[in-house]
């Protein structure tokens, strides 16, 4: 086509086949509105649909030679998708074998026309820029300051305590940390984007920059928003001026004026993990959004991720130590066979600090699991007790009698160990609410506050208190906890996961740090290296000894990984194609997985990445595409399914 406006539009669908774009004819009508970033309907050839897509690009001429549809309509009033966000989803889509309309989905809230309308009628205010802030605390004199100024990709241990802000609230120290960098970089005149596990962490994060900023300065844009709230603050941050976006972890793709800065608190935490396809770590998106912004990135944490090691050790990140190491005082104490009566399995070193701490102030009980009695176990062998009906769990119900399942409720009140033939049943570990139960009939003065994941509590105040928390869900407490007590450390590293310890330590130190300087925190059931790495607070060098031995292992994140899942004969056919994409790719299985389909492993360096996205992503375009025709008197045939999952978090 020759002459006149063409647009290049990205198709929103599922198929592989369809990521790419595609030339439409811009109408007169549309010759107004159409512009790059803003959503459109187009047709497609195939069953004359009508699809909705994202309008990239306008070209003057087009490659393809014959006539070219047109659009059909222009849907949203103001481009949405900036240009470094679509560079970013393409890239990200490109490494993970996936579509870049799915992270665009991730990416861009659903529209919503009255928001939109008036963010068009409104006059922009954004309030005024900050001056330059005092030092960022913690760190040698100007070092860190100069790392954002520069563009550095650095890795920090943040501060292990709580710190009271000039409005009287108490944050964690890392979210003050962040806050002044935050305003350092904003006083610039440049964006800061700042991506936290949940809500929790942006409640003390936003309480931490309203203590420097002004507020009209900061974004949220999380999932607890209305939608009309959250596209709101996403049209605030397609501005011109430079603002701090806060939130989880779609917060890595929100479009900043002039970004300067990345920052990642605690990047380990399971919450980070991106449940929708193709599964890009915010991690990952961030490191391929400061390659192509040149601004700073900061991974902030009381542990260090072993991926983050890893990035360390080759270079890539550099690492920022703290000035005077601040480490809360950590005691290991072997788990007591015979606890003290009513203290619901403490040893008794840890008992007699809890009864004196709990006269100062509020004590944190951590455990593993919500509820009353989770999990039983065969008293003999240990073998977790299963319902002979269903294979469900079995619990003991909250108001006590028989154990039952928790998938069918049959009762088991004459179970018997399918492996030693035992009879007898324990609790492996004690819930939340019987752990609270408990603490409340041995402190029977003392106020007992539970927080787990469906009662939150986000803050507790400076009075006495048994505050019982699972692990994620520990409030923070005014002036921190005068004690902390980490129970059922032995169960939770019962977990059947590669980063079960690395879990185990995150959660563990998260919790420590929200105890008061110098207050006792108890590890209780734990030894050896783990307990070692806490008490002595050097998860860095803990992180380190594991990459080693999962690089010994090829496991990630010393090489990459991708599961492949499909019908047996597909799977053989991915595998070739990996196989044949570079050197050193080898796979493990495949193994049966549901409905009839396998799974295997395929293990590659990470100079070999892009080949082998693309191997896989031809398959999963070969298999997408294939045509089966019908049968007569024979019922259709499913289609075929290629699942590809680049760094898969599921991999054992």
Known sequence: MAGGSVARVLVDSPLPQLDQLFDYAVPERFREAARAGVRVRVPLRSGGRIANGWLVELVGTSEYEGRLSELEDVVSEVP?????????ARAAADRA????????????????VRAERAWR?????????????????GYESGRFEAGIDAG??????????????GSGEWVG????????AAAHTLAADRSSLIIVPDYRDQEQLQAALADLLDPRRVLRTDARQTGGERFR?????????????????????????????????????????????????????????????????????????????RLVEIGWVHDVPAVKQVKPRVIPTEHQAAPEPGSARIPSSAWRAAQQAIREGPVLVQVARPGHAPLLTCDRCREPARCAACGGALVVPRSGGDPRCVLCGASASTWTCPVCEGTKLRAATVGASRTAEELGRAFPTARVILSDGER??????????LVVATRGAEPIADGGYRAVLLLDGERMLLRESLRVAEDCLRWWSNAAALASPGSPVYLVGVAGALANALTSWRQAEWASGELASRRALRFPPAVRVASVTAAPALVARALTAAQAAADGVDALGPVPADEGLERAIVRFDYSAGAAVARALRAEMITVSTERRRPVTGRPPKRPSVLRVRFDDPDVP
Do not use: C, K
């Not at 949405?80 to 970013?88: D, G, S, T, Y």
């Not at 939150?456 to 208190?465: D, H, Q, T």
């Open 121 to 137: 009628a409104a006059e922009p205010d954004a309030g005024e820029l900050p001056g330059r802030a005092a030092p960022i605390p």
């Open 152 to 165: 550095e990709r650095m890795s920090l241990a943040a501060d292990p305590r709580p710190v009271r802000l």
């Open 97 to 112: 074998a996936g579509n870049a309309g799915d992270i665009l989905r991730v990416a861009i809230p659903s529209r919503y």
């Open 80 to 88: 949405l998708l900036m240009p470094e966000v679509w560079a970013l």
């Open 233 to 309: 603050a996403f049209l605030d941050a397609t501005g011109s001026d430079a603002r701090v976006i806060i939130g989880n972890r779609s917060t890595v793709y929100a479009p900043a004026a002039r970004l300067g800065l990345i920052a990642m608190w605690d990047d380990g935490d399971g919450l980070q993990n991106e449940q929708l396809a193709p599964g890009v770590h915010p991690r990952d998106a961030a490191l391929i959004r400061q390659e192509q912004s040149g601004a700073a990135l900061v991974f902030l944490g009381h542990t260090r991720s072993v991926e983050v090691e």
């Open 456 to 465: 939150p509590v986000l803050r507790v105040g400076g009075e006495p208190a």
């Open 173 to 180: 120290a890392w979210a003050a940390t962040l806050a002044a």
